[in-house]
């Protein structure tokens, strides 16, 4: 199968190491990876800041750079979310769109639903927190949830199953905002604040040394306040984790 490298804006401009993660992981388990140069922002800043109809332009240039391929995946769930559901619906372009919308992944997702993998053989020998971002939690299903009455499961914790040494310790509110919410971070600052304040306690008290996630941007959020509190605890996407495992 040929997929679509998607690599949002702060993972190019922050967390390059994210991105050929992704890439890494992706060829190790036998796919044809392409990054196509055209793509930009998705445009879900503008969309989180309440200007989802001005991004027509953002929207058209992904469903032209995208179209032709067989899968599109990220490494974050937020971004693939707005894609799938929070882009404006463009006319000329309806069934199109709808097939771009229907190929694109977040990683975990990609991984168990798509390729099937099953669980990731390897060894990974560090106590891990895993941090459950709300767009990809309750928006994408990644992960079920504590408010809902239903059979617990996790697409990372799936893959994550079968890596050796790889203690995944579990959160005494496991699937609780860290508070970062695009646009909110700026707009409610303290409020932001303190809700990272308490997501990061909350894996600080199960002594971890990695807080892992599958979207930097929360993980970004976090680590900002933890290094501006000396908290000494590491950062690792979903895919860093897992690429390293399997090397």
Do not use: W
Not at 7 to 25: H, M, N, R, S
Not at 37 to 42: K, V, Y
Not at 73 to 85: M, R, T, Y
């Amino acid at each position: 199968m040929e997929v679509a490298l998607f690599i949002p804006c702060y993972i190019d401009q922050f967390y390059p190491d994210v991105a050929k993660a992704t890439l890494e992981l992706l060829e190790k388990l036998g796919c044809k990876v392409s990054y196509p140069m055209d793509q930009t922002c998705c445009g879900q800043p503008m969309a989180n800041s309440g200007f989802e109809r001005d991004t027509d332009g953002t929207t058209r240039q992904f469903i032209e750079t995208f179209k032709d391929f067989d899968y599109i995946v990220a490494p974050s769930g937020s971004c693939v979310l707005h894609i799938k559901e929070h882009q404006p619906s463009l006319s000329d372009m309806d069934e199109t769109q709808k097939k771009v919308q229907s190929k694109v992944f977040e990683l975990s997702e990609f991984l168990t639903d798509i390729l099937k993998v099953g669980t990731i053989e390897g060894s990974f020998p560090h106590k891990i927190g895993f941090h459950s971002s709300c767009h990809g939690q309750r928006g994408l299903r990644l992960s079920s949830s504590s408010e809902l009455n239903e059979a617990p499961f996790s697409k990372a914790k799936e893959l994550f199953a079968g890596i050796k040494d790889l203690e995944l310790v579990e959160l005494t509110r496991k699937d609780e905002c860290c508070g970062f919410g695009g646009t909110f971070a700026v707009s409610e600052e303290a409020l932001s604040v303190q809700m990272g304040k308490d997501r990061l306690s909350d894996h600080l008290a199960h002594q971890v040394e990695i807080i892992c996630g599958g979207d930097t941007s929360c993980l970004m959020h976090l680590q900002g306040i933890a290094e501006r509190n000396n908290k000494p605890v590491k950062f690792m996407h979903l895919a860093e984790i897992l690429n390293q495992a399997i090397s």
